[in-house]
C-alpha cells in the first residue's frame, strides 16, 4: 500500500500539490491524468523518492519512505520501478548492459536467467547487443520496460510510456505492458492524458487538478 | 534523467558513479582537460611567477630563445607544443575507450 499524507510540493514558488492524501492499495492499477504541467510527473518522482515533499509523509507497505522535506528510504531500496517519459536509456551502454546495471546484486548464473527471460517477455531478445542510440523510439520504451521490470519491482511507475510513438509502435507496447500487468501482482500508476489508455490498463483514476488529486472513479 | 533512471536501479555508489555518472560526463571531461592542457602548456606569466628555480617550462624555453634569437629551436619547439597535444588527447580518448572495462559484463561472455 502506497499512503501519501497531507502532502505538499512546490516547484519553482509554484504549488503543485496542496495538502493531498491519498491511498493506493497493492497490486492496483492506478492512473494519473491532468493537463501538461500540473504535476503528474512530479506525484511519480514523491513515491519514487527522486523528489521529497516540502510538507507531510509518504509511506510504502506501511513504511515511512519520505517526510517533509527528507527522503528516508532512497529510490534504490523502494522496490519501485520507473518509465521514463523519454526512456532514459544510458547511450553508452548496449541493451543488454542496460538491462543488467539492475541485476548486478544477483549471482551471475541468477542474473543471466533474468536478462534471458527479461528479453523474451518484451521481445528484445534480437535488440541484446545494439545501442541506445540505434534503436527506434517504439524500441527504446520497450528496453526501457524492460530493464524496469528486470529487478521485479513491486510498484511500477509509468510517465506516459506511449506518447511520440506511432500508431504500430503504440499498440505492440500497450498491449506488452497490459499482458505484464495482468500476469504480475504488482502495483501500477500510470501516468496519461490518453482517456484511452486509462480504460486499456488501469482500475481507478486520478486527475490532477488545481494542486489536488481527485479521485474519478472506483 | 538517465542519472534518476540509475538511482533508481542503482546497485552500489560505486558502480553508479563509475558505470552511469562518469562515462556521461566523459565528453565534456575530456573537452574541459584538453582546453585546459592547451591554454595551461602556453601559460607563460603565471609560469614566471610559480616555478621553482632551476626548473623550465616549454612556454619559458620558447621566450628565453626567442630573446637570444635562436629562431629555429623556437620553430622546434613550437611544433612540440601541438604535437603534445595531439599525444595527450590520444591518451585521454584511451582512457575514455578503457571505461568500458568498468561496465557491466554479460553473462558467459569473455571480455
Known amino acids: ?218 | 534523467m538517465p542519472v534518476d533512471a540509475a538511482r533508481i536501479l542503482m546497485p552500489n555508489r560505486f558502480r553508479f558513479w563509475v558505470q552511469i555518472h562518469m562515462p556521461l560526463m566523459m565528453r565534456t571531461c575530456i573537452a574541459a582537460s584538453l582546453l585546459m592542457f592547451v591554454l595551461a602548456l602556453g601559460e607563460l606569466p603565471a609560469s614566471l611567477l610559480t616555478i621553482p628555480p632551476g626548473t623550465g617550462t616549454i612556454t619559458i624555453r620558447i621566450y628565453n630563445y626567442m630573446h637570444y634569437g635562436a629562431t629555429e629551436t623556437v620553430a622546434g619547439l613550437c611544433l612540440v607544443i601541438p604535437l603534445l597535444t595531439i599525444i595527450y588527447a590520444i591518451f585521454l580518448f584511451g582512457v575514455a575507450g578503457s571505461w568500458r572495462f568498468f561496465l557491466p559484463k554479460v553473462p558467459g561472455k569473455k571480455t
Open chain 1, 1 to 218: 500500500m502506497i499512503s501519501l499524507n497531507c502532502i505538499t510540493k512546490s516547484l519553482a514558488r509554484k504549488t503543485i500539490f496542496d495538502d493531498v492524501s491519498l491511498t493506493i492499495e497493492t497490486g492496483t492499477h492506478v492512473a494519473i491524468t491532468g493537463p501538461s504541467g500540473c504535476g503528474k510527473t512530479t506525484f511519480l518522482r514523491l513515491i519514487a523518492g527522486l523528489d521529497t515533499p516540502d510538507r507531510g509523509d509518504i509511506r510504502i507497505e506501511s513504511k515511512l519512505t519520505s517526510q517533509s522535506g527528507r527522503t528516508l528510504v532512497p529510490p534504490h531500496q523502494r522496490q519501485v520501478g520507473f518509465v521514463f517519459q523519454a526512456s532514459a536509456l544510458w547511450p553508452h551502454m548496449n541493451v543488454v548492459q542496460n538491462i543488467l546495471f539492475g541485476l548486478q546484486q544477483l549471482p551471475k548464473s541468477d542474473a543471466a536467467e533474468h536478462l534471458n527471460r527479461i528479453l523474451s517477455e518484451t521481445g528484445t531478445t534480437h535488440l541484446a547487443k545494439r545501442m541506445p542510440g540505434t534503436l527506434s523510439g517504439g524500441e527504446q520504451r520497450r528496453v526501457a520496460v524492460a530493464r524496469t521490470l528486470a529487478p521485479e519491482p513491486r510498484i511500477l511507475l509509468m510517465d506516459e510510456p506511449l506518447t511520440d510513438l506511432d500508431s504500430v509502435a503504440k499498440t505492440e507496447l500497450a498491449e506488452l505492458i497490459k499482458s505484464i500487468v495482468q500476469n504480475s501482482k504488482m502495483t501500477l500508476i500510470f501516468v496519461t492524458h490518453d482517456l484511452k489508455e486509462v480504460s486499456h490498463f488501469c482500475d481507478r483514476n486520478y486527475v490532477i487538478k488545481g494542486a489536488k488529486v481527485i479521485a474519478l472513479n472506483g
